[in-house]
């Protein structure tokens, strides 16, 4: 069984960088395709990024310049940098598997990061 | 603003068919497959329709989804309490090439 878990600081700074991990289990990052997806609280999810098995990266159009989503394969875990955060940035963040069809298969249980 | 676009609410009663539908464009629910999350109250979301009309693992068969041009919809019949969730769709988008989501609905179960 697949099973994703977010961790990292539920309080940032205005101005400040957010980093959250995401430790994988039951499957390798060397494998499939990986995102971020965040969710202010009470609205909808918004797609951050992902990185995928090939090595290529992408991100939102409008995050492209703060995000930064990396890959420890020997940990088997990925991670998420988001800087110069502001109170927008508020969200409860998820880490993602995505199957061939694009399909997010699995969730973690996300991450409330609060910033202020 | 979400890309896709969701009806914000729905409800009906229990043993009722609901539909939920999802619009978009050419770049994406017109090129791409349309996948369906649910979100129930306080928990992350969960794939719950993925390649138009396939049913992961322990999803009911109470779930369907059908796409006709630029639009998809969700159909849950035999309504049950516990369906009450809010419901996302999704689709890759040719350009982003990233998934775009619809901006959810409240499924409320009277």
């Known amino acids: 069984q697949v099973q994703l878990q977010e961790s990292g600081p539920g309080l940032v700074k205005p101005s400040e960088t957010l980093s959250l991990t995401c430790i994988v289990s039951?499957?390798?990052?060397?494998?499939?395709?990986w995102s971020w997806i965040r969710q202010p609280p009470g609205k909808g999810l918004e797609w951050i990024g992902y990185f995928s098995y090939t090595g290529a990266t992408n991100y939102s159009p409008s995050l492209k310049s703060r995000v930064t989503i990396s890959v420890d394969t020997s940990k088997n875990q990925f991670s998420l940098k988001l800087t110069s955060v502001t109170a927008a940035d508020t969200a409860v963040y998820y880490c993602?598997?995505?199957?061939?069809?694009?399909?997010?298969?699995?969730w973690g249980q996300g991450t409330l990061v609060t910033v202020s | 603003q979400s890309v896709l676009t969701q009806p914000p609410s729905a409800s009906g009663t229990p043993g009722q068919r609901v539909t939920i539908s999802c619009s978009g464009t050419s770049s994406d629910i017109g090129s791409f497959t349309v996948h369906w999350y649910q979100q129930l109250p306080g928990a992350a979301p969960r794939l719950l329709i993925y390649n138009g009309n396939q049913r992961p693992s322990g999803v009911p068969g109470r779930f369907s989804s059908s796409r006709s041009g630029t639009s998809a919809s969700l159909a849950i019949s035999g309504l049950q309490s516990e369906d009450e969730a809010d419901y996302y769709c999704a689709a890759w988008h040719d350009s982003l090439q990233g998934p775009v989501f619809g901006g959810g609905t409240k499924l409320t179960v009277l």
């Open positions: 039951g499957d390798s990052v060397s494998a499939n395709y």
């Open positions: 993602t598997k995505g199957s061939g069809n694009k399909a997010l298969d699995y």
